[in-house]
């Protein structure tokens, strides 16, 4: 019974691990323990979705997010702090390593603690902005919440963010209005791709410094859109760095609570919207996975098959050229808990480069069918009249999805020389083949002419 016993702990232990795609070790840095009961409600969420929380101090000993040069955790919470350092732990280039190492890490700020030096390297590296003065939060005097912001109007009450692009998933919709109290607001770098806005602040708001005593606001940071309260970064090897312009977002006090807006009770919707994004920061959405590439001769039908039952079990390494090719390939979706059939929006596609130095077709790949955790993406093409090396490539980068980047080579050689078809197959040889034999035959009748005429006989003439 002590195998069956330990079968079933392991088998637990498995179920407990897909939660997250990336695994299910979180390490939560907290300067204060009596802070944790103020985010009982956020915390128990994330234990409740299979993970196992570390708590620890910035000013702990004892931590390390590298452990021989692995991560020594999975993902990084790390909760605003009063004091400006964090630690040798939590240095800019400790957090740059943890994330080069697939880590991902949601960060908060607040508005009423002064954002850490090491937090500000790391963004000013990853070309994310903040406030020079580290005691700025945004402010907005027409959507603020009545109750608890009447006078400071530092309570910002947001609806839900919609999708900004019709090709780019949106994982973070939603009904309601989403309380943002005491946010340090960011803006982003035009030149990476690889940020993007999750919930930006309403046109009408702006980033000041509660300790000007001015009336009038000269110089702002940002205003409107310009400023993000949400801002997330995907790098190159697809970890996540998400970043919460307000801890209090978190904290139970604002789960489902009443605010006011414009004389009206609302109810915030933070728990639903702070799952979402903790859930996207930790993997449990937007994560892609292809699986085995099948590149098949087509034996000149030119057609695709719907059966990958039907394909070759080893992909041929040598191709000719003007060779009609099939390729094949699953794709699937995390989500939450399980793998599913990936399908991306009706305004984008996935698609096959098959490329040398450039790509000579880059083609959409069709969904042919469809399992229970995948999707089965194909198409059909002829090889270029080029010989050389290529590869059959998928590069497939989109906002909030993981990259997807994946090649198979091979070689595409030329006609063998008893592969030419033949003259009297080419129609438009048939004049010249035609040429060649009435020369041949009026060659051959002068020559017959000749050889069968004789010289015409006269009597000859003797002469002394």
Known sequence: MRW??????????????????????????LEEAAEKERFGGFFGDLEARGFHLTFESPKST????????ERAYDHLLLLPAKSKGLGPALTANQLLEFMKKEGNILLTLSGDHATPTAVQSLLLELDIHLPSDRTSLVVDHFNYDGESAKDKHDVLLVPYPKASRPDVKNYFSGEGVIAVPRAVGQTLGNESPLLAPILRAPSTAYSYNPKDEADIVEDPFAVGEQLNLVSTLQAHNSARLTILGSAEMLQDAW??????????????????????VSEW????TGVLRVGKMVHYLNEGTGKKSNSSAALPQNNPKIYRIKNDVSFQVPISEYSHTHWTPF???????????????????????????QTANSTLYGVSFKTPDQHG?????????????????VKEQVTVRHFAHDEWPRSWQISGAWVWIAGIWVTVAGWVGFVAIWLYSSPAVGAAKKTQ
């Open 389 to 405: 090396i290529f590869n059959f490539r998928i590069n497939y980068r989109r906002p909030f999805l993981t990259n997807v980047e």
């Open 343 to 369: 399908t991306p929006p009706p305004s984008d596609s996935v698609q096959l480069e098959f490329s040398m130095l450039s790509p000579f077709h880059r083609l959409p790949l069709s969904p042919l069918s």
């Open 62 to 69: 004892s931590l390390s997010l590298l452990k021989h040069g």
């Open 281 to 284: 920061a930790f993997k449990e």
């Open 4 to 29: 069956l016993s330990s079968f079933l702990l392991l088998v637990l232990l498995g179920v407990a691990q897909a939660l997250s795609s990336s695994g299910r070790k979180l390490l939560v840095v």
């Open 255 to 276: 789960f489902e609570a009443m605010a006011s807006l414009n004389g009206k009770a609302v109810k915030t919707a933070n728990r639903d919207f702070v799952a979402k």
